[in-house]
């Protein structure tokens, strides 16, 4: 209900010219610089929605006058990384191992980048500083598979073990228990006689030896001491990929393990995968 | 209403109360120009710290030519700090403890024994603040001559004479502070750099920063430094007791105070004409006894001295003296100074002690260092043979002016193997690391050992470092780790 608008006797201020029940309302208008700054605030989000992008289309959005992007951002950030790192990446790609080990610094770059790509690739298989576990290899022991030299372990790195690629490295050890090539009985003989290869003596194992010279040997050795060329493990040693209880060696006959590593040519460039490879041959383990 | 008449009640309470103020306002100091014995002994003192401290960074020593030819020099950038021939690694930090403990206790017995003549005549606060007051004098003219500047109205005589004061302050505290970053970086150089604009960035900041705390604290601060920001006032009654000599107005003789002429025999010899007041560059009256404004500089004497040959009294009124003297002269006898006492005493041989103990830790310093860390991943690795093997990063220190070959191998592991990755050395029992002169050698070595020597899944081993040009030896006690449970026989 309007009324005049009067100067409020008890305060000095102006009324509205509001009254509710007898209440009267005064006027106590926003501070001026308050107001100039909301009007300034309208003002920028008017260009901003202009400039920048703002409205969203069903199929798309208005992408402003500017044409500003937070994924280009990104895009261009990372493209920034790796130009400069190429300087020593592409030496990395391009040089051969030795090459790379005769540059002390290109060296070093090398390994940290290796050591902290492996940290996030490798490890949770592997085992931090490449220590292993029971079913994946210890990469810093030198007990390989497939071979440790620089080369051998790029290869392995690029193609995996297993991956379903032309070029992985593959093997496989027939199922003699499950596929019915040997009787439990042979397989507990023959079991006995791999455990005497790393000093487990069992009596007279001469039944075993037999199985082991007709089934095993072509792949494994005459004396169990592996072939890398078809990544058979070696028997005579004391390290043994899977483990050397009795039971594991059963085990592993009748219906063996044989474990899978992906191949990372699709994640990382040549450069980096050398420097993995680098940096594992680095943990102890390197021929 | 009645909360409104509360709080007016209130008010008004407030109001009557007499408000205490616990800050007191700076009684600034006109500190009057005096000459004589003390004067001339504090100018000498004065231009020997001066000249100590801008011409030592110019001295030059002779070291192997890859270090840095300046006698003393603390090299931050490379981390070590030269004092002539001895040259100091980040692991000789110790020293600066027994450095500060030497430096404590050297200013307790000279505090014990003469006062306060740190304050008076050394410490820097001091020496760039009489240097500045010599400026103002030279300047703005003596006491009376500045107060009464003071207080008049602005002219031209006032402004162009406080523009050059403060110019030739500033001036000066920025050759302190230039002065300052030759102890951190080569003299000469710096100074090169410095003037084509080619010096780091933190030369002229910590420059400008030298520079603004200089012409601060020395030009605006003066004895406030002193009396509010040094914690050694504070403890200089601990410091004192009645046989310290200190600077004493002798009141037994001059009171009580007379002024103007006298009737024979009447009157002590103080004529009460404040010239130790005026002189004193705190701003107190020495006649009020030793207090924590005092810093023992004496020019009050000088000023006392000076009057006293004008009315033809005997001079050193005020001087230097015990308090134990004092009273034994207003009774009419004399206390001699005893040097010997159980505080300087204590404090003289834990003087001699730290000293003995510095001399003997520096001729007894190592010239080798090492430091084994057990890889924190893999703990341990079982090889084909059955052997475990253990990683260790090694750090072997050579101080050394020459590049050396050190033997490291270990004890506590029989048959052990030892094989190094970055140089690719061994496998032996005792490898041979080489290391460049003046540098930190980080090695990566392998040990190899037989699961049979392990007792509980782990051992204790030493390493031992051997230099093998001058025999030196060091061990570093470490780990060799293998499975808790050691399943096979």
Known sequence: MPTKIEKDSVTGHMTTGHEWDGLKELNQPLPKWWIYILFATIAFSAVYFVLYPSIPYFTGYYHGTLGYSQRDTVDKDVAAVVKQRSGYMDRIRTLSFADIEKDPQLNAVALTAGRITFANNCQPCHGAGGGGSPGYPALAAGNWLWGGKLADIQQTITFGIRSGLDDARQSLMPKFGAEGGLKPAEIEQVADYVMTLYGQTKGDTAAGQKIFADNCASCHGDHGEGKREFGAPRLAGKAHLYGDTREIVVAQITNPRMGVMPNWNTRFDTGMIKSLALYVHSLGGGE | ?489
């Open chain 2, 1 to 489: 209403m009645s909360h409104v008449g509360s709080v007016q009640k209130r008010q008004q309470v407030v109001q009557e109360e007499e408000v205490q103020h616990l800050y007191a306002n700076r009684v600034r100091v006109y500190p009057k120009t005096v000459k004589g014995p003390v004067r001339r002994f504090k100018w000498a003192v004065l231009i020997f710290c001066l000249t100590l401290y801008y011409a030592l960074p110019w001295l030059r020593w002779t070291r192997s030519p890859a270090q840095p030819s300046q006698a003393v020099l603390l090299d931050l950038w490379h981390e070590r700090f030269y004092f002539f021939n001895l040259e100091f690694w980040p692991q000789d930090i110790y020293y600066l403890t027994g450095l500060l403990i030497m430096g404590a206790v050297s200013l307790f017995l000279v505090t014990s024994l003469v006062g306060r003549v740190w304050c008076g005549y050394t410490c820097p606060q001091t020496v760039w603040t009489d240097l500045f007051m010599w400026i103002e004098a030279k300047i703005e003219g003596d006491r009376n001559e500045r107060m009464k500047r003071d207080a008049a109205p602005m002219s031209f005589d006032k402004v162009w004479r406080k523009v050059a004061k403060h110019a030739a302050w500033v001036f000066i505290a920025f050759w302190t502070g230039g002065a300052w970053i030759m102890y951190y970086v080569d003299a000469p150089t710096v100074t090169v750099e410095f003037w084509t604009g080619t010096a780091s960035s933190q030369v002229y900041f910590f420059t400008g920063l030298f520079t603004a705390t200089t012409y601060l604290l020395a030009g605006w601060a003066r004895e406030q430094v002193c009396t509010y920001m040094c914690p050694w006032p504070r403890f200089q009654a601990a410091m004192l007791d009645e046989q310290s000599l200190t600077v004493t107005y002798q009141a037994w003789r001059g009171e009580p105070r007379t002024r103007g002429k006298r009737v024979d025999g009447a009157g002590g010899d103080c004529v009460d004409c404040n010239a130790c007041v005026t002189a004193c560059p705190t701003g107190i009256d020495i006649r009020d006894g030793i207090q924590l404004e005092c810093i023992n500089c004496g020019l009050c004497i000088d000023a006392c001295n000076h009057v006293m040959e004008r009315t033809g009294r005997p001079k050193w009124l005020i001087t230097w003296d015990t308090y134990a003297d004092q009273a034994a002269k207003a009774a009419g006898q004399h206390a001699a100074f005893r040097f010997f006492r159980p505080r300087t005493i204590i404090y003289l041989s834990a003087l001699v002690i730290a000293a003995g103990a510095m001399v003997v830790a520096l001729m007894l310093r190592p010239g080798i260092g090492l430091s084994v860390q057990h890889d924190r991943a893999a703990l341990f690795v079982r090889l084909a043979s059955g052997d475990l093997r253990n990683g260790y990063t090694i750090k072997v220190v050579n101080k050394a002016q020459s590049p050396a070959i050190f033997e490291i191998s270990t004890l506590g592991l029989p048959n052990a193997v030892l094989t190094e990755s970055v140089e690719n050395l061994g496998p032996a029992s005792q490898l041979g690391l080489p290391v460049k002169a003046d540098s930190v050698g980080t090695f990566h070595v392998f040990v190899s050992g037989q699961p049979a020597m392990l007792k509980d899944g782990s051992s204790a081993i030493d390493f031992a470092l051997r230099d093998t040009l001058t025999g030196e030896l060091t061990t570093y006690h470490s780990v060799f780790m293998g499975p808790n449970t050691e399943t096979r026989p």
